[in-house]
């Protein structure tokens, strides 16, 4: 079965770089997440999207800015890095007809800032 | 708002020991609940969920969990842990709305001795 494709899985940047993650949800899916991963911590949910439209946001910095496209991919867009935001990154896909509130997770994209 | 805790931040057991995993959580309404697995330097894997029916839950891997919805809790047990079991373990929480986000646990980390 197809899952949540996530690029890069590595990425490598330095402080005040930009860097920009792709999420490519599991076909049908119209809801896309991304959470933030700090090293040994819980996963922090960032940002949603329904149909392309913001439906959620948590706790992400003004440096930061996401999209969801017209096929339902969505791109994490994030700027000025620093240090801290060196953490795995997570994307999530569910469908908003299925019956229960289910999402499913990409492998995530490692971002070390340097 | 939700939110999620875990009994135990660190847990250390020998190969064949009973394991059982504390995981409360706070939200007056209707809610699914997970279990996830994190192996060393790995992306969150689905070990078990619970959306309704049966309070017990069973899982991959030969885990499974119950529901007290009067406790408000949903333990994740294994009769028998294995080395390879060794991970970070987190107790996850939704709402039944159709594209709300993921609350988890703080985690605990299991290490099993051989």
């Known amino acids: 079965a197809a899952g949540v494709i996530q690029s890069p899985r590595h990425l490598i940047k330095e402080k005040r770089e930009t860097a920009t993650l792709k999420c490519y949800p599991i076909?049908?899916?119209?809801?896309v997440y991304w959470y933030q991963q700090g090293p040994g911590q819980d996963p922090q949910f960032l940002i949603s999207f329904y149909e392309k439209m913001q439906s959620d946001k948590g706790s992400i910095p003004d440096r930061f800015s996401a999209q969801q496209f017209s096929d339902y991919h969505s791109e994490l867009n994030m700027s000025s890095l620093e240090l801290g935001d060196s953490a795995l990154y997570f994307c999530?896909?569910?469908?908003?007809?299925?019956?229960?509130?289910?999402?499913?997770f990409g492998p995530g994209t490692r971002l070390t800032v340097l | 708002a939700q939110s999620v805790s875990q009994h135990n931040h660190h847990v250390i057991l020998s190969e064949a020991a009973s394991l059982e995993l504390g995981c409360n959580y706070s939200?007056?309404?209707?809610?699914?609940l997970f279990w996830y697995v994190q192996y060393p330097g790995q992306h969150l894997q689905l070990l078990l969920k619970?959306?309704?029916?049966?309070?017990l839950v069973k899982g991959i891997k030969g885990f499974e969990a119950e529901f007290i919805k009067s406790k408000f809790s949903f333990n994740l047990r294994k009769p028998s842990v294995q080395w390879s079991d060794t991970a970070e373990y987190f107790c996850?929480?939704?709402?039944?709305?159709?594209?709300?986000?993921?609350?988890f646990g703080p985690g605990t980390s299991l290490s099993v001795i051989p």
């Open positions: 619970y959306f309704s029916g049966d309070p």
């Open positions: 939200y007056g309404g209707t809610v699914n």
């Open positions: 996850a929480v939704t709402t039944k709305t159709s594209y709300d986000k993921v609350i």
């Open positions: 076909p049908r899916h119209d809801t």
């Open positions: 999530a896909s569910s469908y908003t007809g299925q019956t229960y509130n289910e999402q499913f």
